[in-house]
Structure formats: C-alpha cells, structure tokens
C-alpha cells in the first residue's frame, strides 16, 4: 500500500522557515515524481514544487522560486520542501503527491502541475505564517 505522510507543518512568523517532509512508502523510491501543493482556503490546491527522480529535475512555481528548494533522501525515502522567507500569502494546507506509473511522462510535461494526475497524495499540513 501506498503511502504519503507530510510533517513539518506549524505556525511561523513572516521571514521565517519551515521544512516540510514527505515521507513515501509502498513503492520502489527510485523513479517517481513528487510534487508539493498547497490549499488555501477557499481555493483550488496549487502547485508549488516537484521533483522527479525519473527525468533527475527539480520544477518551481513562480510565486515560490528563490524562497522554496525541494530535495530528496533516497535513502529515507522521503521528499523535503525547505521554505524560507515565508509570507502570509503561503499560509495553507500543504500536500505532497506521487506519480508512480508514468514518472518521466509527468515531468516532461507542465502536467506535473495538476493536482488530478498523481497517483497518490498524503494528507495534508498545515503552515500558517503570520505578519
């Protein structure tokens, strides 16, 4: 069984830092494609970073690039999102999501940005950034 379980989450002031974690398991951590959203209220869930060990990139999101850095421990099987320079605007739950069965597809594609094409997704932590 497939698993995604997100931590790190909390409530931080604005300038500060977070790191998130995905921890994965239930499949072969060696060719996917990861990918952190966001969900703030009210609002449709929205990508902020992927990465792809299938394609061996890293993808941002404008309204993250330069503050957000996304990495993996393969050997914990497990995805960080480091955030820094955190701002009220980034207040949301966040999720991370896989794609197992056509990795490289993915991210060869600006489809790595649509919360429907992953095969998995974990439940969520909150980050709330305060001003």
């Known amino acids: 069984e497939v698993q995604l379980v997100e931590s790190g989450g909390g409530l931080v002031q604005a300038g500060g830092s977070l790191r998130l974690s995905c921890a994965a398991s239930g499949f072969p951590f060696d060719d996917y494609t990861i990918a952190w959203f966001r969900q703030a209220p009210g609002k449709d869930h929205e990508a902020v970073s992927g990465?792809?060990?299938?394609?061996?990139?890293?993808y941002y999101t404008d309204s993250v690039k330069g503050r957000f850095t996304i990495s993996s421990d393969n050997a914990k099987n497990t995805v960080y999102l480091q955030m820094n320079s955190l701002k009220p605007e980034d207040t949301a739950v966040y999720y991370c999501?896989?794609?197992?069965?056509?990795?490289?597809?993915?991210?060869?594609?600006?489809?790595?940005?649509?919360?429907?094409?992953?095969?998995?997704w974990g439940q969520g932590t909150q980050v709330t950034v305060s001003s």
């Open positions: 990465i792809s060990s299938s394609v061996g990139r890293t």
């Open positions: 999501a896989a794609e197992t069965q056509f990795p490289a597809t993915l991210a060869q594609t600006k489809r790595w940005l649509l919360w429907n094409e992953y095969d998995y």
